[in-house]
């Protein structure tokens, strides 16, 4: 079936310090692929996506290029805030062979960011 | 416009109990999904709720089930709670079934 593998946490960071999270997928047919952010006590929110090979999706600095030869979609940022802590989870919606597009989810990986 | 609520924000079970959360879905949506959020796990896909018919299933038992109403809301019921069943519970609403899922703040359910 379906999965997301992206790397253990927790991540520390000093403030504008550059960010890579890993993460790479397994699917059937030709999944979209996403980025959620999920702050403090908040449900997830949706921070970039890339539905086909090579499309590259951006967000608050935020970027992910979905590399279909090495089945990876690693999000990375030039210059993290102490704002950016929070929980990152990476997904995949593989809609192919169903009607319906659930959302299968790494385990997702804390970033703090200290000043 | 109102997001995706979810309702209640926090419940405490024992064992056995069985329990009903809620979610209204963003204006305009037609779709309801349901996922569970063990601690320190990503969200895993419990079922999915298209024009009031169930629209796809995870890997969980019968003990729990859904509903979606009229007016797009929807309830997930958990029955003989087990302990393995605190979580936190997203429901996430979209414009159909293959559209970008919107999400609640979930629900925290604990079981003594």
């Known amino acids: 079936g379906d999965s997301v593998t992206q790397m253990e946490g927790p991540v520390t960071l000093s403030e504008e310090a550059f960010l890579t999270i890993n993460c790479t997928y397994t699917?059937?047919?030709?999944?979209?692929l996403f980025w959620y952010v999920q702050y403090p006590g908040e449900g997830l929110q949706l921070l970039l996506k890339?539905?086909?090979?090579?499309d590259k999706g951006s967000n608050k600095g935020f970027e992910a290029t979905y590399r279909k030869e090495t089945t990876s979609f690693h999000l990375e940022k030039g210059s993290v805030q102490v704002s950016d802590s929070a929980v990152y989870f990476c997904?995949?919606?593989?809609?192919?062979?169903?009607?319906?597009?659930?959302?299968?989810f790494g385990k997702g990986t804390l970033l703090t960011v200290n000043p | 416009e109102t997001g995706v609520t979810q309702s209640p924000t926090h419940l405490i079970k024992t064992r056995g109990q069985q329990v009903t959360l809620r979610c209204s879905s963003q204006?305009?949506?037609?779709?309801v999904s349901w996922y569970q959020q063990a601690l320190g796990q990503g969200p895993q896909f419990i079922f999915q709720?298209?024009?009031?018919?169930?629209?796809g299933r995870g890997n969980f038992p019968p003990r729990f089930s859904g509903l979606q109403f009229p007016n797009y809301s929807s309830e997930l019921n958990v029955n003989a709670l087990e302990l393995d069943d605190s979580a936190l519970y997203l429901c996430a609403s979209s414009l159909g079934a293959r559209d970008e899922q919107f999400f609640g703040p979930g629900t925290r359910l604990t079981v003594l």
């Open positions: 997904a995949l919606s593989d809609g192919s062979g169903g009607s319906n597009y659930k959302l299968t």
């Open positions: 890339a539905t086909k090979a090579d």
């Open positions: 699917a059937t047919g030709y999944p979209s």
């Open positions: 204006s305009g949506h037609n779709t």
């Open positions: 709720y298209y024009r009031e018919e169930e629209n």
